[in-house]
Nanobody, 116 residues
């Protein structure tokens, strides 16, 4: 069974940066999509960013364009989300998602808190 484990969350001041990582185990796919979603207690889970392999094309929700960058490290089997210029409204639990051969896998999430 594929497992996804997120890391890198924490407390950061507005304007700061964090890098989230999603480590995938028991996974050897070449054609797949990895996503980052986020959720707050008040809102539904929101899609944030996507990377499609093998091409590596990325896409982002409008609210994070120009601030977040998603990448894939094949050697480490991780998907990363570099988050810059963080805002209080970016505060959420961030979840990693993998879509591969018709299956949908989720991590348990990592909390990002943007506050002074």
């Amino acid at each position: 069974q594929v497992q996804l484990v997120e890391s890198g969350g924490g407390l950061v001041q507005p304007g700061g940066s964090l890098t989230l990582s999603c480590a995938a185990s028991r996974f050897t796919g070449r054609t797949y999509t990895m996503n980052w979603y986020r959720q707050t207690p008040e809102n539904d889970r929101e899609w944030v960013a996507r990377i499609s392999l093998p091409g590596g094309n990325t896409d982002y929700t409008d609210s994070v364009k120009g601030r977040f960058t998603m990448s894939r490290d094949n050697a480490k089997n991780t998907a990363n989300l570099q988050m810059n210029s963080l805002k209080p409204e970016d505060t959420a639990v961030y979840f990693c998602n993998l879509r591969w051969i018709g299956n949908n896998y989720w991590g348990k999430g990592t909390l990002v808190t943007v506050s002074s």
